[in-house]
Structures are given as structure tokens and as C-alpha cells.
């Protein structure tokens, strides 16, 4: 049993045969009724105005809305209510090194074995880098073209030699990024991966409201829809069918890994070795703080069970608070990369996710067909996340990579996390740019 205490193809796109079958079938009449019983009729404000093409897009969008969850009756319903924390210990680079190759050799043989399945979080685009395409065609070369996607699937394929077989690579996109992202990948031959181990999936959306909880249009036409939050990932996944494929192909473990970090380590086998030994359901990479007050969320026990702080949850004392031998007792950092197992994954697509709500800035139309560019927060929008579904798991393991080697995030154009710092890194582990 794991004791986390203790550890101290041509490329396809599953789009069809959605698990909540939805009609778009929607009349207006159907449309009308179904938004008056939710207080959203305003969403049918323009439709006389509409072509009847545009007309049938947002008969289409308003069958996909889901208004009896408990967010639209009250935004407040499924946020996260935080429990008691606790440190967590973490399986060490000391311990890992002992033990390096026999958990190397469980994590190939479970390769080869075509057990693991791997998910690329890249729905996200590039726009606090001042680049308005998918985040994963950055360019981070200096000499020579270098993009972010070209990194991980650099990085995924060190595995597949050693295994001498491909990972099924399943890459999460959003409405707003899909048909640019598959275009890119394909131009540039999936950067010599197997294009028939690669597959495609949407994020879902959810719609955005005003303070009053009202959906807000973003053309006459059109909702305004933004991605679920990475946490958004597993449930995109039923929906679209892609589960169906992991069912079929036998998949019992997903790693699941964010684009912005170009020395991520995909389907690790040493990661995959240790936390199949381990016993856990579930594992994740983490790093040692490099500062009390480093804005990272921390790998840590909630009641009892494996869970995620995030760095603005944590208090004074939580940040301070220091082990007999001097180490931080809230010290291990998550990287966004997680091995969880697939079956105790299932539950939580029944269950109530947690909602984190974000208060932002919506563009949108008012109720004379205006576009509205606000210049202070004006809404809400909801997203789940993905260290949710840590908490979700009975156990985890608490991996320790090294930073240096494996945790360089492109989040910021400039400072911090930046470009700089990330082809810094890259030089430093022997990356030409």
C-alpha cells in the first residue's frame, strides 16, 4: 500500500458519440423556455435579427448549456472548501537514485506493455507573451527555430528509444486553438514523432457571467465561452469519446503535463517505475521551493489525503514552518505533471469538482448590440483544476525531479518564468538555440 506520509495513425480527432448526448435540434420555442425557467432569456434578445445560419449556431449553443448545475443558481455552490492541511513528505532524489534502475525497468515494461497513455494540456494561448497563436509554437530559439511543442516531443521521444515503442500522445486543444495547433503539428511532421500514436481532443467551455450571474453574449450570435480549466481535462475526455480509445487500447495510466514547461519529462520511466511500486493511485512531480514565499503550489495532505496549496492559501506560518533539520516542512512545489491511475480517475466524473472562480474582465455585448471592452473586472468565470483531482485520489506520490534538469516554465514575457530564464535552462541542460 502507499503510505504517502511514509515517502516523506494518421493523426485522429475523436469528436463524436458524446457521452451526454445533446441534441442540436433545439427549436426556439424549446430554446426560449428552457432560458426563461433559468433566468437567461436575454441570451434570445437578437435572434430576429439573425440569418437563419446564425440563428441555428446559437439554438446549437444553448442545447450544450447545462443551466441546472448548482453554479448558475448559485456561483458560490461548488467552490472549494478547505480542510485542515498538513505537510507531506516526498520520495527524495537520494531515495530515487538508490533505487533508479529497478523502477526504471517497471516503468519501461509498463511502456511496452502499452499500459501508459500520455495527455498534453495545450489548449492555452500565448498572449502573456505577447504572442497571439497556440502557446506551443513559441519560438524559443535564438540561432535556429526552436518551438515549445518541438521541446516535448524531443523530451517524450528520449522515452520511446528507450522502449523502442510509441506512447499514445493524446493533445488537448480549445475551440479557439485546434484547427491552428493540428495545422502546425502536421506541417511540421509532428517533429519526427508517429503522427499514428498522436490523437486530438476539445476542451470543453463554460459560459461567463455577469455579476448578477446573467450569461453574457459575445456577438449577437454567440455565448461567451471560455475553456473549463485544466482540471477540465479527463471529464473533455469522456465527452469526446477519447475514453472510449483509452478503454480500447488497454491504457491503464495517464501522465498528465502542462506545454508550458520545455524541460518537462513525459512518460518517465523512472516516475511511472516508482509510483507503480509505490502502491499509489496517483503521483506527482514535484521540486523543492526554491524560497519560502516561491509562488508555487505545494504538495501537501488535506484531511488527511494527498492535495494541493496553492502559494496565495498558504499562511505565514504554513510558509515558515520548518522541519528539526531546518528544511521547509511545505517544501515540495508542483510542476504540473502528474501519472494518474485510470480507473480510480472514473469517480470523479460523478462527482461534485470543485469550481475555482475567476473574477475577470469579460469583453461582450450589451443589450443594444454594443461591444463592451471593460476596463475593470465585470464577471465571472468558471474552472476546475487539475490539483483537484489529486485530492480526488486516495494516495500520491510525491516525486522529487531536479529543477534544473526538468522545470523551466514559459509563463511571462518578461522576468520570472520567463522566456530568458526557460532558454537559460535549456542551454544549461545542453540545448542548442
Known amino acids: 500500500m502507499c503510505d504517502p506520509q511514509h515517502l516523506h495513425g494518421s493523426t485522429k480527432n475523436v469528436s463524436t458519440n458524446i457521452e451526454r448526448i445533446i441534441t442540436d435540434m ?21 435572434y430576429n435579427e439573425l440569418s437563419p445560419e446564425q440563428q441555428n449556431q446559437l439554438l446549437q449553443q444553448i442545447a450544450k448549456l447545462d443551466l441546472d448545475r ?38 519501461i515494461k509498463a511502456i511496452q506493455n502499452a499500459q501508459i497513455g500520455a495527455v498534453l494540456l495545450a489548449g492555452g494561448q500565448g498572449s502573456r507573451l505577447g504572442f497571439n497563436h497556440p502557446k506551443g509554437m513559441f519560438n524559443m530559439g535564438k540561432t535556429r ?11 517524450l521521444m528520449q522515452v520511446t528509444e528507450q522502449a523502442k515503442t510509441y506512447v499514445p500522445l493524446m493533445i488537448m486543444t480549445s475551440e479557439q486553438n485546434d484547427a491552428e495547433t493540428k495545422a502546425f503539428l502536421k506541417e511540421h511532421h509532428y517533429f519526427g514523432y508517429n503522427p499514428d500514436s498522436v490523437y486530438f481532443f476539445k476542451q470543453e467551455t463554460e459560459p461567463a457571467v455577469d455579476e448578477n450571474g446573467k450569461i453574457f453574449l459575445e456577438e449577437k450570435d454567440s455565448i461567451v465561452l471560455s475553456p473549463n480549466g485544466n482540471g477540465g481535462w479527463f471529464s473533455s475526455m469522456q465527452r469526446t469519446g477519447m475514453l472510449r480509445l483509452v478503454e480500447k487500447m488497454g491504457i491503464e495510466w495517464i501522465n498528465v ?61 504554513m510558509r515558515t514552518l520548518r522541519n528539526d533539520d531546518g528544511t521547509l516542512a511545505y517544501r515540495f512545489g508542483v510542476i ?18 470543485p469550481l475555482h472562480i475567476a473574477h475577470k474582465k469579460i469583453p461582450h455585448i450589451d443589450t443594444n448590440g454594443n461591444k463592451v471592452f471593460p476596463t475593470e473586472p465585470n464577471g465571472y468565470k468558471f474552472e476546475t483544476l487539475v490539483l483537484d483531482m489529486v485530492h480526488m485520489q486516495d494516495s500520491c506520490l510525491a516525486f522529487e525531479v531536479d529543477r534544473e534538469k526538468e522545470f523551466a516554465p514559459v509563463k511571462n514575457a518578461q522576468g520570472v518564468d520567463s522566456v530568458a530564464t526557460a532558454q537559460a535552462l535549456l542551454e544549461k541542460n545542453g540545448i542548442v538555440l
Open 26 to 46: 433545439m427549436t426556439y420555442e424549446q430554446a426560449r423556455q428552457y432560458l426563461t425557467t433559468h433566468g437567461q432569456a436575454h441570451l434570445l434578445q437578437f
Open 70 to 107: 448548482p453554479q448558475f443558481r448559485d456561483r458560490n455552490a461548488l467552490t472549494q472548501k478547505r480542510g485542515k492541511f498538513a505537510p507531506l513528505g516526498a520520495m527524495t532524489l537520494d531515495k530515487i537514485s538508490r533505487n533508479l534502475e529497478a523502477y526504471r525497468k517497471i516503468g
Open 145 to 155: 527555430d526552436l518551438y515549445i511543442f518541438e521541446c516535448l516531443f524531443y523530451n
Open 257 to 317: 503535463f502542462a506545454v508550458d514547461n520545455v524541460l518537462q519529462q513525459i512518460a518517465d520511466p523512472v516516475f511511472i517505475g516508482a509510483t507503480i511500486a509505490s502502491g499509489c493511485a496517483s503521483g506527482g512531480k514535484v521540486v523543492r521551493k526554491a524560497s519560502p514565499d516561491e509562488r508555487v503550489g505545494v504538495l501537501c495532505l488535506e484531511d488527511g489525503k494527498p492535495s494541493i496549496v496553492e502559494y496565495y492559501e498558504m499562511t505565514e506560518e
Open 336 to 353: 504540473l505533471n502528474y501519472l494518474f491511475r485510470v480507473k480510480d480517475l472514473m469517480h470523479t466524473l460523478d462527482s461534485a469538482f
